[in-house]
């Protein structure tokens, strides 16, 4: 019986050593997905290398790496090691996809893109010939169809209490710095309703009482998620997603999604910089409404955890203050920072490198914590400085304590202000030995 192993790797930290976590709040969905959709007789091991150990010396007969972000170099570290011991190994990702040049130097394949319709072509061309071609790269026109995820992978690891549930997968915008818009180029789609409740019952089957909806951007279809609201409110379960603010202008559906059981959503606040919003070609957000939205958000019933990036060409030492007080002065309970990368194939890092502002071409300098581009109004080193003390600012005890268990909401919803409390903890302890939250 052919073998696969699925590996996802961790991160590196400044000493060199990996990023290990007792528990992974979040698993991905990708492999218990894609461990569904193996044909009748292939094995299947995934290893999540932030709670696992990986063994170089499988037994598997194909390796396959998908990772996200800065993780990616360790997935190259890996590949190399499997490789040396005589292993075929695919790799994917949109990091993967993005440099798939750069990765294609360690690996013998890489999946560009989604990887449920590329699967089976790659799957049959291993088992006939023994060989990969060098890439594969099928696009889903749809996600009706799919299986249920194979949950029970993931549910016998050390996780937390929520398991993940595809939603939708792209987004109608096309922001110059976004690797989605790279990939997906303003395509979205939406899984038909009754195979998310039939993922969601899944998920309860297994003793789960909460989970999280994947998606870049649920409320690109309002329709859709207020259909999928109405169809999750009699499960009364809790649930967690990914969201933009224009959630704020629907009140209809904000009631919606908070009856369903909504609890926490992440939000793209991005900056503070209109000019710096307007660059990247996200004109649409507007920052004059960003306080008024989190709190109608957070007055409704949900928790507000959020993503911004520092270092857009709007930005200046003052901004950066501002992004402080901001975060403080609305109370949101978790808030992540990123200092703009031009991710290689992005339109942004074409432009910057058009206009020699580019600082280099390695990419594992690339971790979102380290400036590798030159901002219109703050050199470099102002703006890698200046995006640890927004962090280290941020999480101080004071500001967590205020944002989290001292939040006006938090009497409404015990757990989940005690949740970002502990997640704040959690993240501050990576921010204390310069490691970029991202490992949850």
Not at 12 to 41: H, I, T, V
Not at 177 to 185: E, G, N
Not at 340 to 367: A, C, I, N, W
Request: contains cysteine; proline residues 6%; positive net charge.
């Amino acid at each position: 019986m052919p073998k696969l192993l699925l590996v996802q790797p961790t991160q590196y930290a400044p000493d060199g050593s990996l990023c290990k976590q007792s528990r992974l709040y979040l698993p991905g969905l990708a492999f218990p997905l894609l461990a569904a959709l193996l044909p009748e007789g292939w094995e299947v091991d995934i290893r999540l290398e932030v709670v696992d150990e990986v063994d170089p010396d499988t037994d598997a007969d194909l390796v396959g790496i998908g990772s996200m972000g800065h993780a990616t170099f360790r997935g190259l570290d890996l590949a190399r090691e499997f490789r040396n011991r005589g292993k075929k190994v695919v790799m994917g990702g949109y990091m993967a996809s993005l440099m798939s040049r750069e990765v294609l130097k360690h690996v013998d394949s890489v999946v560009f893109g989604d990887a449920e319709a590329s699967l089976p072509e790659l799957l049959h061309d291993f088992s006939s010939t023994g060989k990969l071609k060098s890439v594969y790269s099928r696009p889903l026109t749809t996600l009706a169809g799919l299986p249920v995820p194979r949950y029970e992978l993931l549910a016998q690891k050390p996780i937390g209490g929520m398991l993940p549930v595809q939603a939708g997968r792209g987004c109608p915008h096309t922001c110059s710095f976004c690797s989605i818009a790279c990939l997906y180029r303003g395509r979205y789609l939406t899984r038909p309703v009754d195979e998310v409740v039939r993922d969601i019952r899944a998920v309860r089957d297994l003793g789960f009482r909460r989970f999280y909806l994947i998606d870049d951007n649920i409320v690109s279809r309002p329709d859709h998620l207020a259909d999928l609201c109405r169809s999750i409110r009699p499960l009364r379960m809790e649930w967690a997603t990914q969201c933009s603010l224009e959630l704020a202008r629907h009140p209809e559906l904000l009631r919606l999604c908070v009856e369903s059981g909504a609890r926490m959503m992440s939000f793209g606040i991005e900056s503070l910089s209109q000019e710096g919003l307007d660059r990247l070609d996200k004109k649409w957000l507007r920052v004059d409404r960003h306080e008024g939205a989190i709190r109608t958000i957070s007055d409704a019933g949900i928790a507000v955890s959020s993503e911004m990036i520092l270092g857009t060409d709007g930005d200046t030492g003052e901004t950066l203050r501002d992004t402080v007080d901001f975060i403080n002065r609305v109370r949101l309970p978790l808030p992540r920072f990123y200092i703009l990368t031009p991710m290689p194939g992005t339109r942004f890092f074409h432009q910057v490198k058009s206009e020699g502002r580019l600082l280099t071409e390695d990419f594992t300098q690339y971790t979102g914590a380290r400036a590798v581009h030159r901002p219109l109004r703050l050199s470099p080193e102002e703006l890698t400085e200046g995006y640890w003390k927004v962090y280290r600012r941020t999480y101080s005890w004071r500001s967590i304590l205020r944002r989290t268990l001292l939040h006006p909401n938090a009497r409404r919803h015990p757990i989940v202000y005690l949740f970002a409390f502990f997640v704040s903890l959690h993240y501050r302890s990576y921010i204390r030995r310069k490691i970029p939250p991202n490992i949850f």
